[in-house]
């Protein structure tokens, strides 16, 4: 019959349209953060990668906690994540082959330009977090096991709360990126601990400021480790190693230095440091 | 069907020859009785068989009272029931053409045929059933919606067809032409059969007093 | 317009990230509706025309899988084509096939229902002359396909309007990776996320336009093809 046929050749006709995308075998995945492709990142640094050295690396944003799941299923060749202790669980079980620290940029906490709770200028995060929570202010948290999630449930910890126990109508767990976190905070002039990265990128500040920032215990290491291939046989090895090394090699580190927006440096490299 | 008896009883001997007429009141049964001979619906009961065999001659086709035109030209609905009734795909243009010309609808082979006139339709639904020469042609009120000149027209190709051999048998609620066509008439009531005779003496000297009625125009009841 | 970064200014400047975008977009979801239309178009018939137990069941499940959610489909392609999943061997999760195998599923039953209305409706006027003229049952099913193919236009876009514009399964199975499993609804997703809102909502409108196009040929089509079959 006509009609089938015609649908049979559309089918193939789109198959094949998508199919080129498949020969680009030299590519490996990587399992990253939101925030480390919401700041522009990868963006800057791949295309300078594949430069030199003609592997195409795809890059699936996730929460760090997700990401390392990524991982763990065998669905990506690397993870590049920043939350240490998961990272260290997930070597212990045997996932992953070897972390190396990458770089590290810091939090920053976010609020609208009134700041209700009054905590502009604090140095102390952790005084910080107290008083939101004394003023019941409104405080928007990722919720989605991501690094910053996690970061953020330490320095309530910090702060002696025990959120779990705590929270109350103003404290708003999303469960979605740091972007969309962001997005919510603008819509309803809360507060927010972000990653300084993705809030330079972030486009639709509002009346969002930087209120709280240079505390010790804001630092966000981030590693990376390649998924370990005697679980997961899939694992492209070599590829993926030669991404890590380059990532940590001193031209890696430099262009991860030179990443700027307007003139403000993102990313500190710290490949060297072994305590990181 | 559903608790309703439709037909009741109804034995009937279908003879070769010139076309049966199946002629009755609204809601007599024609159709029905039509349908259970096309293989459309089996009786509840009883049997139907042809030449004393249960298998439905293969080469049969009916018309309908109610004809469905598919969703294609004039000329795509015969090119579809020659290719139903397996007729080699060369003979299909000839056939189309002769088939059109039939029933007096030449030069209509690429109209659409759900934009033909009611009886445009009905004369290509008759074409239709022709398509595949059948020896069986059910016809069902198949002059209903027809001016005097089509319905001419019609008639003889019902005569044509019949000489040619098959067996027609078809019903109607026009008298003159039960007299003008009819071989053998069957005057059904209420699903029943009241009389059945040769077109000659059924139209001269009914045998029944409800024949007598219906043919003098009055309401049987 | 020179620094014109809006959805427009690039798609007009023949941007080619955007053009790989768009193309992509296009790639799967066209590819997704026609497979869909393989499949689904004669499910449907087969439903319309036969009458097998379970069948009302049948009806009932494809109607319903019109209605879930593309996160849930999406997350169980996601774990069947997950390397630790049953079909992980193939290595399709985060490829533009796994994008097209999760919309397929989300078009078919949209289809197949639809297509089950359409045909039973046409059937009901067909059967008595198909079944006269002794067709049999595959030849029935394509001729009511055939004659319902113009209505079938609206089944089809239907299922098309519905895989080009859903994010939840294409952004879960995809991952969107820049240039290789990107798609308007996950750049615009992406964009949301990044407080980029108006190249977001550029991205949105382009979307609405190609959808418009796509759904105005396919009007012109059906009625040119109305105008020819009746
Ligand atoms: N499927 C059905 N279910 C119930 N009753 C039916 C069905 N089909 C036909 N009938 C009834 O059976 C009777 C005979 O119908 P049939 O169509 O055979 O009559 P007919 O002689 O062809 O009438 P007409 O001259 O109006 O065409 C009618 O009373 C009709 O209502
Ligand atoms: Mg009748």
Do not use: C
């Amino acid at each position: 019959m006509h009609t089938r046929r015609s649908l049979f050749v559309a089918a193939l006709g789109a198959l094949l349209l998508s199919a080129p995308a498949l020969a680009q075998d030299k590519s490996i995945v990587v399992a990253s953060t939101t925030s480390t492709q919401d700041s522009g990142l990868f963006e800057y640094l791949l295309p300078i990668f594949k430069q030199k050295t003609g592997i195409t690396v795809k890059v699936i944003a996730q929460g760090t906690g997700q990401a390392l799941d990524t991982g763990r299923r065998g669905d990506a060749d690397v993870v590049f994540v920043h939350a240490k202790s998961a990272e260290l669980k997930f070597l212990s079980e045997g996932q992953g082959v070897k972390r190396y620290p990458v770089m590290y940029n810091d939090f920053v906490l976010i609020g609208p330009k009134s700041d209700p709770a009054h905590v502009k200028g604090m140095t102390d995060v952790a005084k910080a977090f107290q008083t939101i929570k004394d003023k019941k202010a409104s405080f928007i948290s990722r919720g989605d096991r991501s690094g910053t999630n996690i970061a953020e449930l330490k320095l309530w910890k910090d702060a002696g709360i025990d959120i779990d126990k705590d929270k109350g109508p103003w404290y708003k767990a999303i469960g979605q990126g740091m972007g969309a976190a962001l997005n919510t905070a603008q819509a309803s002039g809360a507060y927010v601990l972000s990653d300084r990265g993705t809030w330079i990128h972030f486009k639709n500040k509002g009346d969002l400021e930087i209120l709280v920032e240079g505390d010790k215990r804001m630092f966000n290491q981030y590693g990376v480790m390649l998924v370990n291939p005697a679980k997961h046989p899939n694992v492209k090895k070599d590829l993926g190693q030669q991404f890590i090394d380059w990532l940590i090699s001193p031209e890696g580190q430099k262009v991860i230095a030179n990443y700027k927006i307007n003139g403000q440096q993102l990313f500190y490299p710290d490949a060297t440091d072994p305590s990181a | 069907m559903r608790g309703v008896t439709i037909l009741d009883r109804l034995s009937l001997t279908v003879g070769a020859g010139a076309p049966t007429v199946l002629i009755g009141p609204n809601g007599a049964g024609k159709t029905t009785a039509l349908r259970l001979m096309a293989g459309l619906m089996a009786p509840t009961s009883g049997r139907i068989t042809w030449g004393g065999r249960p298998d439905v001659p293969a080469r049969r086709a009916i018309m309908f009272q109610k004809p469905a035109m598919l969703r294609r030209s004039a000329g795509g609905n015969l090119r579809y029931a020659l290719n139903a009734a397996g007729i080699p795909r060369r003979d299909y243009a000839g056939r189309i053409h002769e088939l059109l010309a039939l029933v007096g609808l030449d030069g209509l082979e690429r109209r659409p045929a759900r934009r033909l006139s009611g009886g445009e339709q009905q004369r290509l639904a008759l074409a239709r059933a022709l398509a595949g020469d059948p020896a069986v042609l059910l016809l069902d009120e198949p002059t209903a919606s027809l001016d005097p000149a089509a319905t001419k027209t019609i008639e003889d190709v019902i005569r044509a067809v019949a000489a040619k051999g098959a067996k027609v048998v078809m019903s109607t609620h026009d008298l003159g032409q039960a007299r003008r066509l009819g071989g053998d008439i069957v005057l059904l009531h209420r699903g029943r059969l009241l009389e059945t005779g040769p077109a000659a003496t059924f139209f001269t000297s009914p045998q029944t007093e409800a024949a007598r009625i219906f043919l003098a125009g009055d309401l049987l009841v | 317009m020179p620094g014109d970064t809006s959805a427009f200014g690039l798609l007009l400047a023949g941007d080619p990230a955007l053009l790989a975008i768009v193309r992509l977009s296009l790639a799967v979801s066209l590819s997704a509706t026609a497979l869909a239309a393989v499949i689904g178009i004669p499910l449907g018939a087969a439903v319309a025309l036969t009458r097998f137990r379970g069948r009302e069941g049948m009806i009932v499940f494809l109607n319903a899988m019109m209605g879930v959610p593309p996160v849930v489909i999406g997350l169980t392609v996601f774990l069947l084509l997950s390397r630790s999943g049953p079909l992980g061997s193939f290595g399709l999760l985060f490829t533009p096939q796994a994008m097209i195998v999760a919309q397929t599923i989300m078009v078919t039953p949209i289809i197949a229902a639809l297509t089950r209305q359409t045909v039973e409706d046409l059937w009901a006027e067909y059967r008595d002359e198909l079944t006269a003229m002794n067709v049999g049952p595959l030849r029935k099913i394509a001729t009511l396909v055939w004659d319902a193919r113009f209505s079938l236009v609206t089944t089809l876009l239907a299922g098309f309007g519905r895989a080009a514009s859903e994010v939840g399964s294409i952004i879960i199975v995809g991952g969107n990776i820049e240039g290789f499993t990107r798609t308007m609804t996950t750049a615009i997703a992406l964009e949301t996320s990044k407080g980029d809102l108006s190249l977001a909502i550029g991205l949105g409108i382009v979307l609405i336009g190609i959808v418009v196009i796509i759904n105005a040929l396919a009007w012109v089509v059906r009625r040119a093809g109305e105008a020819y079959a009746g």
